[in-house]
């Protein structure tokens, strides 16, 4: 059968839509059914079930109008009696469909635009369907494109077979973006969108640098580097973390590059985004001190339940220890995730001397001693009535200037202080309705109970009912800072393991666990530690970093 013109056409147009968007030739072809068949109910009614199938060898158009065989039709434009069915198909039953051909038809003006807005807007939804299905697995690529326009600020980037967009808080700051000008980014999100780009790319993401890293830096590339985390104030300055799983390599010398070739490179990139390079260690101390350069450190205190690290550094480093505007300590923090406090020399000794001011006072208070016994207790070490009270008797005779004797009243009077202060709190207690239960649970003390009780915990359900976090706290990190939340005994210097052991002796004897429950925990516990010390043999070297 010979092909007409208009035929050939139909399917010359379809080859060459199908090649312009880069989709399926069949795709188009069903573009075009489907605005052949929105013509046709325009002229047949649009409540006509019609059909319209393009043969893809000859380009030739049958179109049908499908009718539902049914008991009684009731609309003769969709439905088909049963008895009349039959005589069409003698095997036809209710809710087949029996096809009725129509003739071909000319398309009038409106019925040819209406059909050519099916097919662009088909094609259009195949088209975005591609470039979402190819880029979906490409998040967390680099990518390069050519900026296309940029609109308020955002910058339309042409990939090639697809359109991008970099939103204004992605860009790096005073970068200007000009039509034509080549541009690289990080892809962060692909997502289904009716309208506009779908891809979603970032010139500030902490990945960015590091994808740029790896793109110059073999040995990162190889895995013999590992980049550990990463801290960026976009156009101006970074952080970054590295180890070598190799002795042999410096992982910062291998970053830097010959002559600061390899970071130069990603430097120019970041429009001269300063970057520092850290060499990573499992000591937090020993990583902070690295993370705080240039600055030189003169002493950390490290707090790890509240995951916060008191560092002091000399009066003249301050500045440079924080960094205009508080920068060079944010990125340190954000680097390490430990919340850092800076201090100087002389902070941290005035602090010191209000501790020693406040322990000497709480001797002569409670001892009723002078000033200066109450200053030679805090000068000894002593923080606590406690320690004194319980404290071997010749830790404190041995002190200069004291004798058996008055250790012996000294550890009496602080004795009797901590019984005036027991029977106190057991009588607060008691008026809080606090069960004596409580007592039993190993490290639980009055002035605990009393806390507690003033909280709402007053039987050992209640308190089974906690969780480690409820007792002595938790930090969160928002905004990139970390907050500190206080749990109900915060105040009594109570670790996280104590506290998470509290709760199981109360969850033992309310009945909550077994013996045989924690037995077996431990021993899965035990299991998961070998399985994750095999991963974690690693050699690290602490050297000095490097900054560009």
């Known amino acids: 059968m010979a092909v007409s013109a208009n035929r050939l056409e139909l399917l010359q147009i379809a080859d060459a839509v199908a090649r312009e968007k880069s989709i399926d030739r069949e795709i188009v072809l069903t573009a075009m059914a489907d605005a052949i068949q929105k013509a046709a109910r325009s002229r047949y009614g649009s409540d006509t079930n019609i059909r319209a199938d393009i043969n893809p060898k000859t380009g030739e158009i049958h179109l049908q109008r499908l009718l539902e065989v049914v008991e009684e039709a009731e609309d003769y434009n969709t439905q088909i009696p049963l008895t009349l069915a039959l005589d069409r198909n003698p095997e036809a039953k209710i809710g087949d469909f029996i096809a009725d051909p129509l003739p071909p038809m000319d398309f009038g003006r409106i019925a040819a635009q209406s059909a050519k807005q099916v097919i662009v807007q088909k094609v259009r939804e195949a088209e975005r369907d591609q470039q979402f299905d190819e880029y979906k697995d490409r998040i967390g690529e680099i990518v ?222 409670a001892l009723d001693v002078d000033e200066m016994v109450g200053q030679v207790l805090a000068s000894e070490g002593f923080a606590q009535i406690e320690e004194v009270a319980y404290v071997e008797l010749d830790e404190i005779s041995s002190i200069e200037g004291f004798d058996e004797e008055t250790a012996e009243e000294i550890q009496t009077r602080a004795r009797e202080y901590l019984e005036r202060q027991e029977a106190e709190l057991d009588e607060k207690r008691r008026s809080l309705g606090v069960s004596d239960d409580l007592r039993q649970i190993d490290g639980m003390t009055l002035s605990m109970m009393v806390a507690l009780g003033e909280d709402g915990i007053k039987t050992m359900e209640d308190f089974a009912g906690c969780a480690a976090d409820d007792l002595v706290g938790w930090t969160e990190r928002q905004n990139g800072q970390t907050k500190r939340f206080d749990g109900i005994l915060s105040s009594f210097a109570l670790s996280r393991v104590e506290a998470e052991n509290m709760v199981v002796q109360a969850r033992l004897a309310a009945g909550w666990i077994t013996e045989e429950d924690l037995a077996a925990d431990a021993g899965t516990e035990e299991g998961e530690a070998e399985d994750g010390a095999e991963g974690d043999a690693t050699d690290s070297e602490d050297n000095g970093g490097a900054s560009v």
């Open 144 to 365: 390069n494109g050519t900026v296309k326009r940029v609109e308020y600020g955002n910058v339309i980037v042409d990939l090639g077979r697809g359109e991008a967009i970099i939103r204004r808080d992605e860009m790096i700051p005073r970068e200007v973006p000009r039509y034509g000008d080549r541009i690289r980014a990080y892809v962060y999100d692909v997502r289904r969108e009716q309208r506009g780009p779908q891809i979603f790319l970032s010139r500030t993401h902490p990945q960015f640098m590091v994808k740029l890293f790896t793109m110059e830096v073999p040995e990162i590339y190889d895995g013999i580097i590992t980049i550990k985390s990463v801290a960026r104030d976009p156009g101006s300055r970074a952080k970054i973390a590295v180890i070598s799983s190799d002795s042999s390599i410096d992982p910062v010398g291998a970053c830097v590059g010959m002559r600061g070739s390899r970071v130069q490179a990603v430097v120019g990139e970041l429009q001269g985004e300063k970057i520092d390079i850290i060499p990573w260690s499992e000591d937090p101390a020993s990583f902070i001190v690295n993370a705080l350069q240039p600055a030189e450190v003169a002493k950390v205190v490290l707090d790890e339940d509240a995951e916060r690290i008191d560092v002091v550094v000399p009066d003249e480093q301050l500045s440079l220890a924080i960094g205009r505007r508080g920068q060079n300590v944010r990125l340190a923090s954000q680097l390490t995730g430990w919340d850092i406090d800076i201090m100087t020399e002389n902070e941290e000794s005035e602090r010191r001397q209000k501790e020693f001011n406040e322990r000497s006072q709480l001797f002569m208070e």
